[in-house]
């Protein structure tokens, strides 16, 4: 893999904190949604919302 390509061995911390805290904002607000939704139609909002979030949220950042 090229080098402009790989991961960083230590995280930005001002960028974790960021995407960290943009990922638990679009959490809430799928959950505050799906809420207000009757409850099968909620369930699939938030199915679909786990669906397009990676499976590891270590990558995000």
Do not use: Y
């Amino acid at each position: 893999m090229a080098p402009s390509l790989r991961a960083p061995a230590r995280r930005d911390a001002a960028l974790l904190g960021a995407t960290a805290h943009l990922t638990m904002t679009l959490i809430a607000a799928a959950v505050r949604h799906a809420i207000t939704l009757p409850p099968a139609e909620g369930a699939q909002v938030i199915d679909l919302f786990k669906r397009m979030m990676p499976d590891d949220l270590s990558g995000l950042a």
